[in-house]
């Protein structure tokens, strides 16, 4: 069967850039087993199906899958896959006006609104659909940074510590202290998955372009994503981090996350954050897409 799919660069508003993400969109007679070699074949760090929503008043069902595993929830896929939707089903209206689009993940609904003006990229954000938790406790600096190809000293930064957090999908959060030694951070493979589990999250606060918070790089190798230029169910989680190692008022408060660039694919996430009496109540992540390639897939 022959089967139309597009290919969308996510959290980027220049090529090349962003976060590749497959999206196939005729997923008739596909089970899981086939839907996990496609992402196999297409081997980005996500790819998607776009399916009917179970609940009819919801836009569209999505499954995700990296090359080796399916996802309960992904950032730059929601992101790539409201803008596909909203642009292929009403992107007259689009043009005029943002769109909000509810898409059913594992995880559960989640709220999108799509934008697309005029000379201007698409862009789209969605509200966390599960609000970050901590888990557990990070192994100590010295095996990480062993797994890491780093110095323990080149671990840790102001108040920021290791930590473990999920806002769906589980992230081992390293702060490293500088642009230089997250830029040598490699994964000792042999020491990966014992020490660190499926990924990890390295940030520092230095950054390479003004205006931005954060530089982050992201390494899943047991997932089959040697390094991923954007991850957003990694930010996702970051929002609980910030909200316990920083100083973070009342009210509504954005962070620019730049990743990528030690890949030649600079990536932008917007993360907002909204306190109330020092505690997160709400996030949300965004930021641009392209449209880069489409084709179909003989099945």
């Keep these: 069967?022959?089967?139309?799919?597009?290919?969308?660069?996510?959290?980027?508003?220049?090529?090349?850039?962003?976060?590749?993400?497959?999206?196939?969109?005729?997923?008739?007679?596909?089970?899981?087993?086939?839907?996990?070699?496609?992402?196999?074949?297409?081997?980005?760090?996500?790819?998607?199906?776009?399916l009917a929503p179970r609940d009819p008043v919801n836009t569209a069902r999505l499954r995700i899958f990296t090359p080796r595993a399916e996802l309960p929830f992904a950032g730059h896929p929601t992101v790539g896959g409201a803008v596909l939707i909203a642009e292929l089903r009403a992107a007259a209206l689009l043009r005029a006006q943002d769109l909000r689009i509810v898409l059913e993940e594992n995880i559960g609904e989640i709220v999108c609104s799509v934008s697309h003006r005029p000379n201007r990229v698409h862009r789209a954000h969605f509200i966390l659909p599960k609000l970050p938790t901590r888990l557990g406790v990070p192994p100590d600096k010295a095996r990480l940074a062993a797994a890491l190809s780093l110095s323990p000293e080149d671990i840790g930064f102001d108040r920021h510590e290791p930590s473990i957090y999920t806002a769906g999908v589980p992230f081992t959060f390293?702060?490293?202290?500088?642009?230089?030694?997250?830029?040598?951070?490699?994964?000792?493979?042999?020491?990966?998955?014992?020490?660190?589990?499926?990924?990890?999250?390295?940030?520092?606060?230095?950054?390479?372009?003004?205006?931005?918070?954060?530089?982050?790089?992201?390494?899943?190798?047991?997932?089959?994503?040697?390094?991923?230029?954007?991850?957003?169910?990694?930010?996702?989680?970051?929002?609980?981090?910030?909200t316990a190692f920083e100083?973070?008022?009342?009210?509504?408060?954005?962070?620019?996350?730049?990743?990528?660039?030690?890949?030649?694919?600079?990536?932008?996430?917007?993360?907002?954050?909204?306190?109330?009496?020092?505690?997160?109540?709400?996030?949300?992540?965004g930021g641009g897409v392209l449209f880069s390639a489409q084709g179909t897939l003989d099945t």
């Design 1 to 50: 069967m022959r089967r139309k799919y597009y290919v969308l660069d996510v959290f980027t508003d220049r090529a090349p850039g962003g976060n590749p993400l497959a999206a196939v969109i005729d997923c008739d007679g596909l089970d899981t087993e086939a839907m996990q070699k496609i992402a196999a074949d297409f081997n980005l760090s996500e790819t998607i199906f776009v």
């Design 247 to 285: 100083k973070i008022a009342d009210g509504s408060h954005a962070f620019a996350i730049e990743q990528g660039y030690e890949m030649g694919r600079p990536s932008l996430i917007a993360l907002t954050l909204d306190v109330e009496k020092s505690v997160l109540v709400e996030a949300s992540i």
């Design 174 to 242: 390293v702060p490293i202290a500088n642009l230089a030694a997250i830029a040598s951070a490699k994964p000792h493979v042999e020491l990966f998955a014992d020490s660190i589990g499926n990924a990890a999250y390295l940030y520092t606060r230095e950054c390479t372009e003004g205006g931005h918070d954060f530089h982050a790089r992201m390494f899943a190798p047991q997932l089959g994503v040697a390094e991923d230029p954007a991850t957003g169910s990694a930010a996702a989680a970051f929002a609980g981090l910030l």
